[in-house]
């Protein structure tokens, strides 16, 4: 099979990572890449939401299945894109349609599914610059802190913490009256804060059943003990040591079982990953968002500790056979650290030589913002490598990242040095 894996990051490296090492991969391209998939396949400089020169790859490499590694090209609706053209419409997309990818293109979308299936959430209301004063009363109505969540994408900028309400209606105001995030702040979508441990959940489906991934836990915040600016994330473990087989079977039939029978009940195609954003408050994990793909960095930890041969597996959701396919997890603990520039997540420099990065011997790296110059590796974003190892346990997968952490050079590095401190 030639396989096509769309965007840039750390979740794309290792999804090519993992799909390279299958006996059914032929050719692998990715659009556009980076310098870490540059390894293992052939990258083509192509926008993933270009789906124009998408099509025209497609055809010219006969490409049997193209796999959507970031939200955007989904929400734009390359899965109907495929579909309605009769020569794609044979190749398999793994990805929802551009209905199903409203569970993240869209906040109030996502809670009114959630509200018709049952499916535990925080307290809500949406409102719009027609009913900003309705939303003022709202908020006198709940508890600080204040959550507001932009209504669309909104590059993991778009959700606000406020600890007075004054910050919150100051903030509303910026949202539907300025505009403070585009078109994507038009709806605002205000929730009750709810206190508790934040995990993520992965599952893969062909939109009937479904297979439950390793569980994972990231960490946003740039400053150790979880403070400062919100980031895309500076490292994660997996799996959740706090989920035992109770708390997960509660989770499986509470929460990821409704949302796969809502999307059939409601007529949604939805294939591929779906991540499903919890906290756990006190004994009861609620669903604070969906996203249509894979997490990243939850990715670095969550694809390596799949044994079995994930191609094989995403290729049952299009032949049928998805059902019978295995999926075998490691009993090993994972862990990522992420190396980022320095000034991120606000401004950085980009076309930084990068270092030592080849011989890190116990880990995988896999990369996110670089980018191959003649035959130098150079920076070319806010989030650079991930570092990913293995141990028994949380503790020691760390520990070898954390070594690598120091061995790894380019002007301006930076990381997390307390990823898992809570647990």
């Known amino acids: 099979m030639n396989i096509l894996i769309l965007g ?100 109030s979308f996502a809670k009114e599914f959630m509200q018709r299936n049952n499916i535990p959430t925080a307290k809500y209301r949406s409102f719009t610059k027609e009913t900003i004063l309705d939303g003022y009363d709202f908020l006198k109505s709940l508890n600080g802190p204040y959550v507001l969540k932009a209504d669309g994408l909104a590059a993991g900028k778009g959700v606000l913490i406020l600890n007075t309400l004054k910050e919150a209606k100051q903030e509303l105001e910026l949202m539907l009256l300025e505009s403070k995030f585009g078109k994507a702040s038009s709806t605002v979508v205000i929730e009750e804060f709810l206190d508790g441990i934040e995990l993520s959940v992965f599952v893969i489906t062909n939109g009937e059943s479904y297979k439950i991934l390793p569980s994972a836990k990231d960490y946003k915040r740039i400053g150790e003990g979880d403070t400062g600016l919100n980031t895309g994330g500076m490292g994660a473990v997996s799996p959740v040591p706090f989920i035992d087989r109770f708390f997960m079977e509660k989770i499986e039939q509470e929460i990821i079982k409704p949302s796969i029978e809502g999307l059939k009940k409601e007529s949604i195609n939805y294939q591929g990953f779906l991540f499903i954003g919890l906290i756990k408050v006190g004994s009861e994990p609620k669903v604070i968002e969906y996203n249509v793909r894979m997490g990243d960095p939850e990715t670095e930890v969550v694809i390596p500790r799949i044994k079995s041969d994930l191609l094989n597996l ?23 650290v992420m190396l980022v520039s320095k000034g991120y997540p606000e401004k950085y420099t980009k076309g930084v030589a990068i270092t030592n990065f080849e011989n890190c011997e116990g880990s995988i790296v896999f990369h996110a913002g670089t980018k191959l110059d ?36 380019f002007k301006g590095k930076n990381y997390r040095k307390d990823i898992g401190f809570d647990l």
């Open 8 to 107: 840039s990051g750390g979740r794309e490296h290792t999804l090519a990572w993992k799909i390279a090492q299958s006996s059914s991969c032929n050719k692998l391209f990715v659009a556009p890449g980076n310098a870490g998939t540059s390894l293992i396949g052939q990258n083509i400089n192509i926008a993933a939401t270009d789906f124009k020169s998408i099509k025209e790859l497609a055809i010219s490499e006969e490409i049997s299945m193209v796999i959507v590694g970031p939200e955007d090209p989904l929400v734009k609706g390359i899965f109907d894109f495929f579909q309605s053209d009769e020569k794609l419409k044979h190749i398999s997309v793994i990805g929802p349609s551009k209905q199903g990818a409203k569970l993240e293109g869209s906040k």
């Open 314 to 336: 995403l290729k049952g959701i299009d032949d049928g056979t998805f059902s019978e396919k295995d999926l075998n997890i490691s009993e090993d603990a994972a862990a990522t």
């Open 374 to 409: 003649g035959d130098i590796t150079k920076t070319n974003g806010g989030r650079v490598m991930a570092i990913t190892s293995f141990g028994k346990n949380i503790e020691q997968a760390l520990a070898r990242s954390y070594v690598n952490a120091v061995q790894i050079n």
